[in-house]
């Protein structure tokens, strides 16, 4: 397993978590690497992404909200969330490569539950 996405759980609207993905040293290597989701019924999406020199992005429905990070010396990239909502309740898997389209990569680890519930 080469990346390996944990820290989902039963959330509260309003609070917050922080999702990790560990990866391997040549993973985490990539041009482009980024969050992704899946809610049931829905297309994957990018959530938001990181480039290998730094350069992020996140999706309008989360700007303001979750944030894009990685820590080098321990090959792990992560994504704080605030604030959120029901609405972001999905599947929540990382990828890497030399793109951010969820189209162009075959292999997607397990993921990581995400549910968003009074």
């Known amino acids: 397993v080469q990346l390996q996405a944990s820290g989902g759980g039963l959330v509260q609207p309003g609070g917050s978590l922080r999702l990790s993905c560990v990866a391997s040293g040549s993973i985490f290597s990539s041009n482009y690497m980024g969050w992704y989701r899946q809610a049931p019924g829905k297309q994957r999406e990018l959530v938001a992404g990181l480039t290998r020199v730094g350069f992020t992005k996140h999706a309008d429905s989360v700007k303001g909200r979750f944030s894009i990070s990685r820590d080098n010396t321990k090959r792990t990239m992560y994504l704080q969330m605030n604030s959120l909502k029901p609405e972001d309740t999905a599947v929540y898997y990382c990828?890497?490569?030399?793109?951010?389209?969820?189209?162009?990569?075959?292999?997607w680890g397990q993921g990581t539950q995400v549910t968003v519930s009074s």
């Open positions: 990828n890497a490569g030399n793109t951010w389209s969820p189209d162009e990569y075959k292999y």
